[in-house]
């Protein structure tokens, strides 16, 4: 081997090294960039993470109180619907009072006319009795004069 040829394959090794290393250094920048904008991608996407929890949190804390609400509403309704037996059950009482009543009254009435019924009887006889001591009358005499 000569001088010229050692040159040569030192030269072409040389280039090759130089290729290398530029092609090296090149992979090594973008994985660099790939990596940088990976991690700013994995940064926001953390943060919306975040933000999602917290909508999360807030739907949450709504659910809670809704349930609140719905357990709140649900008592009042409970205490209605209690009111509502009382007062349906005063009610029925009141009812069942009035129809008493209401028989006692019937049975007065009755009683009412059972007497009216024996008054006019007796205002028959009365006036039968009268007519039979006042003696037949004249058919045209006015009464009263």
Known sequence: ??????????????????????????????????????????????????????????????????????????????????RMDRADARFDERMARIDARERQIDERLLTIDANIVGITANIADIKASIARLEGPRPPLVLPGR
């Open 1 to 82: 081997m000569t001088l010229d040829t050692a040159q040569v394959l030192i030269a072409l090794a040389a280039f090759f090294l130089t290729f290398a290393a530029a092609i090296l250094s090149g992979m090594k920048w973008m994985l660099d960039r790939v990596e940088r904008r990976t991690e700013r991608q994995f940064a926001q996407v953390d943060h919306r993470f975040e933000q999602v929890d917290r909508h999360f949190a807030q739907v949450d804390h709504r659910f809670e109180q809704m349930d609140q609400r719905f357990d709140r509403i649900e008592s009042r309704m409970e205490r209605a619907e209690t």
